[in-house]
């Protein structure tokens, strides 16, 4: 039997009671309760008991794409700044090419920006990779930010509104969980229109039917939604 | 044998009776976490910045993350003006929410980190630090802090030979040659209801403080239902 239920939870309040019930991220047992750690939204999966977060600061979770920028150079990796507690660490191994140590500026330099994936979580911090299709060297174009609790509807439905917004305006999205946006396009008019969408979007995430609303928002800016067909890089959708 | 000077509060309230609370998250949107809390005309804003990095690293600890607290006073807040920046009672009160908050707070997952709760007082009418409390709290939930559970604060006054809770401004400066001006704040958490800081500033004897434990449990109930109320009816934008 599936059991799926959905309510905002304060901590230390009794999520379920029973001993039947495992307690998962931002939930911890006291007694037969379950109770939250964490304020968020309660998710029961059959007997799994967990709070997903709604608001607060981004924390980073294996797969995640995220964009930064490089803050340290060590020995053998980079590090990256991406708006969480700590910093990424990427290493050496995980980029795509042979960098030669002596030389590890020339291939990211301080202060550039990265698209990297979330390989592993750890309590001291997170390790990046670039070595997949879509990551690497952000060179050109614009970097916004948004909540990163704002991502998910940005994404849309299976990346529907990146493509809307992509269609539109011809630009390259690559939207980060962390909440950076990078935008590629082939002038800076198609990109600040881009932004412009996105701001809409991130201002107007409470209302129903937000694809149609873009739609027309779209249209008022005189731009048309299928001007340009791109091919749809793949973009990691939030499992949450 | 002299009378009790104090037996019916000059605002109709009752002795065990709250000032009208309100409370609202997501005040500052620029912040991970923010809350506004008011009883009466007595107002506290908290905001939480992190976890993110501590900075200068020898203040770092490597095994949990670091909470830091800072309340102050607003210039306009009281009649006089109040001179900005750090002062002794400021700097006693931020301590004292830190040792508070610590014990429900659980910042194991971000080593070397801070997190940072600023509390600002922009109208002051008695009860600052548990307003203020009260407002961190909810603004450490706001933020996804990692949190055992809730506290809620409440200050229980003798005025004369009454016990009242919540004092405002008028009340804490009544009779000060009686038996009176006994101020104790009581901060509780939600669910062991057990106490994570107690003050006291006067003199108060046994069976008067057993029952001043028992008025602020009553009360930081209430105050926890309103905290409560804030956090579950959050505006969809403010998250």
Redesign the interface.
């Known amino acids: 039997m599936v059991n799926e239920k959905r309510q ?1 939870v ?4 009794t999520i379920v009671s029973g001993n039947e019930f495992l307690p998962g991220d ?1 939930a ?1 047992r ?1 007694g037969v309760e379950i ?1 939250a ?4 939204i309660a998710n029961i999966i059959e007997k799994h008991v967990r709070v997903v ?5 981004y ?1 980073p979770r294996r797969g995640n794409t995220i964009i930064g920028t490089i803050v340290d150079i060590t020995f053998n990796g980079w590090l990256i700044d991406f708006g969480g ?3 990424a660490f990427l290493p050496v191994s995980e980029v795509p090419r042979y960098v030669n140590k002596n030389e590890m500026r020339e291939f990211l330099d301080f202060g550039e920006s990265v698209i990297v994936k979330v390989w592993d979580v750890k ?2 911090g997170v390790d990046a990779s670039m070595k997949m299709r879509g990551f690497g060297k952000i060179d050109g174009g614009m970097i916004i930010s948004v ?1 990163p ?1 704002k991502v998910p509807r940005i994404i849309g439905k299976e990346g529907s509104m990146v493509k809307l917004i992509k269609s539109a305006t011809g630009c390259d999205v690559t939207v980060g969980q962390n909440g950076k946006i990078w935008i590629y396009g082939k002038n800076t008019d198609d990109e600040v229109n881009s932004k412009k969408i996105i701001e809409f979007i991130s201002k107007n ?2 209302i129903a039917g937000l694809t149609e609303k873009v739609e027309t928002f779209i249209k008022e800016m005189g731009l048309s939604a299928s001007k340009v067909e791109v091919v749809v890089e793949e973009v990691t959708e939030d499992k949450e | 044998m002299v009378e009790n000077l104090y037996t019916k509060r000059y605002s109709d309230r009752k002795m065990t009776e709250v000032r009208t609370m309100k409370a609202k998250v997501g005040v500052v949107p620029s912040a991970d976490g923010s809350a506004i809390f008011e009883t009466g005309r007595t107002k506290a804003i908290a905001v939480v910045r992190g976890p993110r990095t501590l900075h200068p690293q020898h203040m770092q600890n490597a095994e949990t993350g670091v909470l830091r607290v800072n309340y102050g006073m607003m210039p306009f807040s009281v009649e006089d003006r109040i001179r900005p920046g750090p002062n002794r009672r400021s700097e006693e009160i931020s301590k004292v929410t830190e040792w508070a908050l610590s014990s429900v707070i659980d910042l194991s997952g971000f080593p070397n980190t801070v997190v940072d709760v600023f509390i600002q007082i922009p109208q002051a009418d008695a009860g600052t630090r548990v307003a203020g409390i009260n407002a961190a709290a909810m603004a450490l939930a706001h933020a996804g802090i990692p949190m055992r559970e809730m506290v809620s604060a409440i200050g229980v006054g003798k005025i004369d030979k009454t016990l009242v809770v919540d004092l405002d401004k008028y009340e804490d400066s009544l009779f000060h040659d009686g038996e009176g001006s006994t101020d104790i704040p009581v901060v509780l958490t939600s669910r062991g209801k057990e106490i994570a800081l107690l003050q006291l500033d006067g003199k108060i004897s046994i069976p008067e403080f057993k029952e001043v434990v028992e008025m602020s449990k009553k009360a930081c109930g209430d105050i926890l239902k309103v905290q409560m109320d804030a956090l579950k009816n959050i505006s969809e934008e403010s998250k």
Do not use: C, K, L
């Open positions: 905002i304060v901590p230390g309040e931002g911890y006291d109770v750690n964490r304020y968020g977060p709604i608001s607060g600061a924390y507690a700590q910093n309590s001291r909540s609790n995430v409470t």
